[in-house]
Nanobody, 122 residues
Framework: VQLQASGGGLAQAGGSLRLSCAASGRAFSNYVMGWFRQAPGKEREFVAA????????NYADSLKGRFTISRDNAKNTVYLQMNSLKPEDTAIYYC????????????????WGQGTQVTVSS
């Protein structure tokens, strides 16, 4: 499956952005979808994941309540709604696909998008 992330940009602290990740190729609903991010000088970290049908979600503890992951299987797209943005949310955000609900281990994700830059100014 090929993944194309979009929606990044510049936001002010306290603002919102919505990221999208469009998938093409194999059946989108066969994949768990996730978002990760990588800040300058830091390792890539888990942000959120959503199950095949969207009934289950999981978030990094530090992001609960501010970020929401969702998916539209009819549109082959996963979203990340980011609210109350903070400067520390500045990073490149990547979407990923995985056949299994094994979500916290970055090495177990099968497919990755190219990333979209999010910059939050104070």
């Amino acid at each position: 499956v090929q993944l194309q992330a979009s929606g990044g940009g510049l936001a002010q602290a306290g603002g919102s952005l919505r990221l999208s990740c469009a998938a093409s190729g194999r059946a989108f609903s066969n994949y768990v979808m996730g978002w990760f991010r990588q800040a300058p000088g830091k390792e890539r970290e888990f942000v959120a994941a959503i199950s095949w049908s969207g009934t289950s979600t999981n978030y990094a503890d530090s992001l609960k309540g501010r970020f929401t992951i969702s998916r539209d299987n009819a549109k082959n797209t996963v979203y990340l709604q980011m609210n109350s943005l903070k400067p520390e949310d500045t990073a490149i955000y990547y979407c990923a696909a995985n056949r299994l609900w094994v979500i916290r281990d970055i090495t177990l994700w099968d497919f990755w998008g190219q990333g979209t830059q999010v910059t939050v100014s104070s």
